[in-house]
């Protein structure tokens, strides 16, 4: 059989490297073809050693002398920036994983969807910002989005080929952070370091800041609602300490499927790079559910984890206020991981510049794009207060 070309972008993050750890695993099935990271040039080196990709893209011209310099004399072509970007997206892969974090992996989603190609799709934001646009793509050019995140790996599974309309409800599942049985006044206090223990998983820094706020929650809301074609009133979220199950549908007819899993990325990468093959799991990864003992479920706490209550409103509004909420978080949460604003902060910030905007429909890249720029700069042009007004 021959084996599937893969670009890995965000190869250096904590999703790239479960990913390369699963390909790994593959080797007669899947060959990399390219590997992108943003600025550890040291991991992408050995990582470049092992598995001898095609093609390479870096942050920036800088990190590219530094990988060359690294490397000694390396025989693969190195890119860097957006194009770098891109270029890996769309050169002879057949199936992207974009693991990238943030808004940057818009516009490599964009270059493998327009080539048709299949993104394993961990890149939330780009479908909270761009939905509409990534849609239209799908439809135009035949590419596959088949879902990375836990929780929508779950929900594909759950949903397979029902018809939408048989789905009344689906549950996203959340473990409730580091902060789950914390009081309010305790959690506005909260330091970096507590905010990054999370309880059940190992991810990178921006996106475990979003689990303690619960803001990844409400991204995944609006993701959902765009891969499964579901309205926001279809959509619960639900707090599950334990982790195991990772989301729920219920169907029209009152029947409820789950999917339930360790808690490991390797499974939902393993699932998204065979779809819709199954193979044996080469990992110790199965779950024992004597071990687990019980499954608990509770309603989030909208006073503590007000992030995701704005978050339920934006998905409710739509228009550009999606782009404003994930620019936000974005420049949110940088500065809170530098300990130049307080974690309670946070909510402040992205609450102001929901506030502040004035709503359109944008219709092109372009128009998105912009939107984006505008809520950054507006934000980083703020001087580095410590306290803002309540």
């Not at 002879?92 to 394993?120: E, F, M, Y």
């Not at 990375?148 to 789905?167: G, T, Y």
């Not at 044996?280 to 989030?300: Q, R, T, Y």
């Not at 409710?316 to 307080?342: H, M, Q, W």
């Amino acid at each position: 059989m021959k084996k599937k070309r893969v670009s890995v972008l965000g190869s250096t993050g904590s999703i790239g490297k479960q990913t390369l750890d699963v390909l790994s695993a593959f080797k007669d099935d899947f060959e990399v073809v390219g590997l992108a990271a943003g600025g550890n040039a040291q991991l992408l080196a050995e990582q470049i050693k092992e598995h001898s990709p095609r093609f390479v893209s870096v942050k920036d011209e800088a990190l590219a002398r530094e990988l060359k310099s690294i490397l000694k004399d390396p025989i693969i072509e190195i890119f860097w920036g957006d194009i770098g970007l891109e270029f890996v997206s769309s050169c002879s892969c057949d199936i992207v994983v974009n693991s990238l974090v943030g808004s940057l992996g818009l516009k490599p989603t964009i270059s493998a969807l327009s080539h048709g190609k299949r993104v394993a799709f961990a890149n939330k934001e780009t479908l909270v910002i761009a939905g509409n646009l990534i849609n239209d793509l799908l439809q135009k050019h035949n590419g596959e989005i088949i879902p990375l995140d836990s929780e929508h790996v779950a929900i594909h599974q759950c949903i397979k080929d029902i018809p939408i309309e048989k789905v009344k409800k689906v549950v996203l599942t959340a473990s409730g952070g580091p902060f789950r049985t914390w009081a309010k006044e305790d959690i506005m206090k909260a330091t970096k370091d507590q905010a990054l223990k999370h309880p059940t998983w190992v991810m990178g820094q921006k996106i475990t800041i979003d689990s303690a706020t619960l803001m990844n929650k409400g991204l995944e809301t609006i993701e959902a609602m765009q891969l499964f074609n579901l309205s926001k009133k279809q959509i619960d979220v639900f707090i599950h300490p334990q982790s195991i199950v990772h989301s729920a549908v219920e169907f029209i007819d009152g029947n409820i499927i789950a999917q339930l899993g360790a808690t490991d990325m390797r499974l939902p990468i393993q699932y998204s790079l065979f779809y819709p093959e199954r193979k044996e799991l080469p990992f110790n990864l199965f779950c024992d559910l004597l071990s687990v003992g019980k499954l608990e479920f509770e309603a989030p706490d909208y006073e503590k984890f007000p992030c995701l209550k704005l978050a339920y409103e934006v998905a409710s509004s739509g228009k550009s206020y999606p782009i404003v909420l994930n620019a936000a978080n974005e420049v949110a949460v940088d500065l809170f991981l530098k300990e130049e604003i307080t974690f309670s902060d946070i909510y402040k910030l992205i609450s102001n510049s929901i506030d502040s905007h004035n709503p359109s429909e944008p219709h092109s890249l372009e128009e998105i794009l912009e939107i984006d720029r505008e809520t950054r700069k507006k934000l980083q042009d703020l001087t580095r207060v410590t306290v803002l007004k309540s």
